[in-house]
């Protein structure tokens, strides 16, 4: 694991990344690169069970823009500079995506940075922690995974005290330039550096998958369909 | 903290109470009336986060009936009394608001009580603790508020003790009195001594908060949002 | 208790059993049933409230099929061997019921298992852990409850390791065999050897039911509605 | 279970029920009684991990005087009536037994509590919540299981509401009358009603792993031990 | 609450101060002085159950100074600055509390930062999170409170970020210049703003407490007791 | 990550081995060790928080032996079989280390298997679970780490379901043949790959240490520490 790092200034997304974004979202799913990811031998990529989606059909592609949130318990005096500038330097085709350490005190994201964020062309946020104004965040139809949800504002609760540096988000480790991909099941982090890898390998199992499916359709025990392909 | 309390008995809503309700629930919301609450020093009047509506649009205002349910192992031989007691004091106007020092055995509320405070003219329900009888309570159109839902009546498992009395509802203390609002950020307790200011500032904020989200959707950057307005 | 158990066979639903799955699902609820369990000393019958079904409306009655699922940290030799028996065994109007410990690291069912039970003549499965490919068993139909979702495979993280075996699923123990029912409230677990007297008090239950409901909705008070049912 | 339950008075300890308490005490421990209960079908009276000695040496066995604990938000009426009552009819023999609904807020126990049991003539205390005074109560030598240690009152956090009644302390249902034994591991409640039999069983059990442990220190397997002895 | 704060210099203890300490040690204990704040209506000053001394006998008293810690997840560039500044920065008198917003993940308190404290002329420390090098700090004689212990260095695992500000400790508000008092029963945080007043009620309470004990030990009831001294 | 593996059979510690345990028991310590592993890049090598020393001075090094856990709900037919094997197995200079999934209901190691482990040779036990017969095991003088402590038997609450196989224990993968080292701290497996270079970094990480604490105890500022030794 490379722990000493600096902050990453990222690049905006291509039109290829955005081709790749949208062929995540309406091919692959986040089970089949899980798997895939597993295959490689990276098997703690997925984000906790808590994590789930504003809107039932929030669902996106794009790359990891993290940041980093704390609790505090006073007002600092200048609270929003590292805030102001995390939203700000956000980029087009990126995921934002908070560490809170699991806060349950803080709500340190809600319609005015999901406004921020969509306007500079960023995909969605993954807030490990509470969120509100939530019926504005989905009005606007920008899509947010979060642990919970909490009328609270951030002010004298926490604060952004760093972004574009390795995180841990429900219990993965994410750096910056990761693929995130969130769909109903869940959230995933891809490392860059086995990207086309995951991509290929989960492609491939999709159409693999749609075979035992059928077979299992028509009435076969799963002792035949595993003898047969090898998978469940 | 005025800690010794006695009961206290309430009045029915007036016309001007239920205007206020109605101004509450059509042009506030929770969000900026917790604002409204920290601005004047009040900063754990939220209700925690795993308090969630049993129908999406659940949202109502009213003043704070409060009940104490404690958690029991046998029948006491008048196991109703006080419950029916408590109940049929419901006044027009109030929320039903339960604490139930986080039990997970019992369910205090269902839909005989929905019906019951329904009838009185209670505005809803919080109830820090399980509900069943969703499906009923849901065609009933009575809203509630609560941390869970399991299917088992409260008969041995658990009794009301008093009712308005100060309580602590999922992490915020609620006195008798006070307004409960609740939208689908979550549910906020304004302190009865405090109201008036509480309303007023957040009806300000609500127009303010139109600017700075228009210049964001033009594209601005929050750095001149924040300069220009001072908030975020 | 019984704890010295063989793994049972079970015999498929018969046609009777059907009308009485269909009996219990259509005219009563897993509350009245609860109460029912109550009133015959059975207290410890309802799972606990984080079991939620994936479909808001799934709602099913049948026989317990129970597995025994365990955290594994490593691939064993025939990772799928227990698995496979356990799946092509299911027998028409069963429920698969599964304990796993409150395993969060493993999705132990999936899309395929679905399949693979709804195939067999499942009425529904009830998994104590997480689960997977919750989308497409949306659209299969197959209606399951579950504790959480999370995009994970089992391989490598848990294993199927006995079934029709007594377990202990989300608070509640299950043995194979016992009438399985779950609705918008919960799920529920009748012992086989009270299940005639559970349905015939619930049957009744609910019909007087409906008379104090329709007193209160007239706008009858607690105290009298209780002196004249006894109940509440 | 016999759910519905009047106040029972009790009576205090003859010199038969104090050499029974010694002879646990000295020749028994809560591992072989616990075994003793499971062979019997009661296989949930163990007090759950939680509940440690203030001081290591604490040992007891008596009759369970229970005591039923809840949280409060403020100071009522009375606020001593029922721990009065509760304590003062303490009687020679007893163990003070109390559920608080596992509550983290509240140090329902101190030394002054201690003090009246003591002189009353319990044995011990046994107490699923805070307590406090403990230097205090180490001194007087007062043994006492509970939860944890914090130095805030009962007056505003908690009250008795009830004494003599069924408890759930621990995660074990405890009934006045049942023998309570504590010791290192842990404590143990046995119903009356199969007392004389867990004593039997236990006595004899004691006699019988004298054996294994001789060949086992003297290197022999426990392949060899248990075709032998028939138990581990 | 005054939650905008800007750092606070501090300065050494007096030797009036240092009498004081004294005095709260030797005469008082946390049980009494928490009574006395809450009397007052200060009812949240108590550290919650978790924080334990690293040794039986640690008890100090001494004057906040606050430290934050937040978990990271990479080492940035300066991951001391800070760390050396708030140590280097103590004061004689001073006692040693930091706040981790409950980090399990990291142990920001050892030998080394003991050592450092202790020549400082701090008198103890109370970390809410993890600690290492136990048995080197009780060879110190440097007294301190704690959640837990592990291994674990902090670099790459947390940082602090900042000292001398409003904090919250296991479940209180600590502010820098609070009264901070360690005895077996916990910690407390006396407001510098009422701290005459406290000692004063305590010191008159414990001796009051001496009367009823005497009485209670030669056998009187609580309801006598409580009839002739009002307090229980 | 190796995640498919068969049983391994191991070799009893030859005296070059016994030298090793004996150099890391008596001059290293789980602190300096953790250190160590972190610098070469493994940084989840510590076991968490709530794994304790059943006596203060437990402190033992050997080579892991896994032992893997299971909660189950009914006696199996050969309910020992498999813990049978697995006790008699261990071989001198092994540490027995068990996964239980974190259980609570059940308290897999107890005085039994502590002498059979004993006489065999084994060093230590580290049970991610609850234990037994605390006394017993601390007069037999074998050294134990675990979660808790519960006076419960096995039988019908879990079984051993394999061994020799990779594990997580209290959070950290262990893999069959890590070296195990527990003392006050923690406990901490170190890969058997990365032996030899954690052994050379500790051994000389602690004579660095001293140099430190030397001028810090005469006063120094850590400043002026950091600055010479480079190191904190």
Same mark, same amino acid.
């Given at each position: 694991?490379?722990?000493?790092?600096?902050?990453?200034?990222?690049?905006?997304?291509?039109? @290829?990344?955005?081709?790749?974004?949208?062929?995540?979202?309406?091919?692959?799913?986040?089970?089949?690169?899980?798997?895939?990811?597993?295959?490689?031998?990276?098997?703690? =990529?997925?984000?906790?069970?808590?994590?789930?989606?504003?809107?039932?059909?929030?669902?996106?592609?794009?790359?990891?823009?993290?940041?980093?949130?704390?609790?505090?318990?006073?007002?600092?005096?200048?609270?929003?500079?590292?805030?102001?500038?995390?939203?700000?330097?956000?980029?087009?085709?990126?995921?934002?995506?908070?560490?809170?350490?699991?806060?349950? =005190?803080?709500?340190?994201?809600?319609?005015?940075?999901?406004? @921020?964020?969509?306007?500079?062309?960023?995909?969605?946020?993954?807030?490990?922690? /509470?969120?509100?104004?939530?019926?504005?965040?989905?009005?606007?139809?920008?899509?947010?995974?979060?642990?919970? &949800?909490?009328?609270?504002?951030?002010?004298?609760?926490?604060?952004?005290?760093?972004?574009?540096?390795?995180?841990?988000?429900?219990?993965?480790?994410?750096?910056?330039?990761?693929?995130?991909? @969130?769909?109903?099941?869940?959230?995933?982090?891809?490392?860059?550096? &086995?990207?086309?890898?995951?991509?290929?390998?989960?492609?491939?199992?999709?159409?693999?998958?749609?075979?035992?499916?059928?077979? /299992?359709?028509?009435?076969?025990?799963?002792?035949?369909?595993?003898?047969?392909?090898?998978? /469940?």
């Amino acid at each position: 694991m490379n722990n000493q790092t600096t902050r990453i200034s990222g690049r905006p997304a291509t039109l @290829a990344d955005l081709d790749l974004f949208k062929h995540v979202e309406e091919h692959l799913y986040t089970a089949v690169v899980s798997d895939s990811l597993d295959e490689l031998g990276y098997r703690n =990529q997925a984000l906790r069970e808590f994590m789930r989606p504003l809107s039932p059909n929030d669902c996106f592609a794009g790359w990891a823009r993290t940041f980093s949130c704390v609790d505090m318990y006073h007002i600092p005096t200048e609270p929003y500079a590292m805030e102001i500038a995390a939203l700000d330097s956000v980029l087009l085709g990126e995921v934002v995506i908070a560490s809170t350490a699991g806060s349950m =005190q803080n709500a340190p994201w809600g319609e005015l940075l999901s406004t @921020a964020a969509h306007v500079r062309g960023a995909r969605g946020a993954v807030i490990d922690g /509470l969120v509100r104004d939530v019926r504005k965040i989905q009005e606007l139809g920008f899509p947010v995974f979060a642990r919970g &949800i909490k009328p609270v504002d951030s002010k004298g609760r926490g604060a952004i005290i760093d972004y574009n540096v390795p995180i841990e988000c429900a219990g993965a480790r994410v750096c910056p330039g990761d693929l995130i991909f @969130a769909d109903y099941d869940g959230v995933i982090a891809v490392p860059a550096e &086995i990207l086309p890898q995951v991509i290929q390998l989960a492609t491939e199992k999709v159409a693999k998958e749609n075979g035992s499916r059928a077979e /299992l359709l028509r009435g076969a025990y799963l002792k035949d369909v595993f003898a047969k392909y090898g998978v /469940l």
